[in-house]
Nanobody, 128 residues
């Protein structure tokens, strides 16, 4: 099992930036893929970005609505996942959740059902 704790959310004006962090603990050594999701009130959870790392290679994927604005990264020494969010828009307002895939599985995905471990989330609010 992997435990995940998000931080870094807050309130910003449109065009601003935030950097989310997700501290992971537990069986992180065999966790190859992790991701960020978001959920706004009354809406379904949607994928934002994911990263898969194995040995010295990694790959990232982004949802179309954040491409060019958000950057996902992972520091394996600090066991921390990041999401740098630039040029934020009001429609980015949501609870942002960190997620980790099952151990020893290599997968590129933005499907929530593919992730078995979830954090509690951190709120991001963007005003116009």
């Amino acid at each position: 099992q992997v435990q995940l704790v998000e931080s870094g959310g807050g309130s910003v004006q449109a065009g601003g930036s935030l950097r989310l962090s997700c501290a992971a603990s537990g069986n992180t050594a065999n966790t190859y893929y992790m991701g960020w999701f978001r959920q706004a009130p009354g809406k379904e959870r949607e994928g934002v970005a994911s990263i898969v790392s194995y040995d010295s290679t990694s790959a990232v994927d982004y949802a179309d609505y954040v491409k060019g604005r958000f950057t996902i990264s992972r520091d394996n020494v600090k066991n921390t996942l990041y999401l740098q969010m630039n040029n934020l828009k009001p429609e980015d307002t949501a609870m942002y959740l960190c997620a980790a895939g099952p151990p020893s599985i290599y997968r590129r995905t933005l499907v929530a059902l593919d992730f078995g471990n979830w954090g509690q989330g951190t709120q991001v609010t963007v005003s116009s």
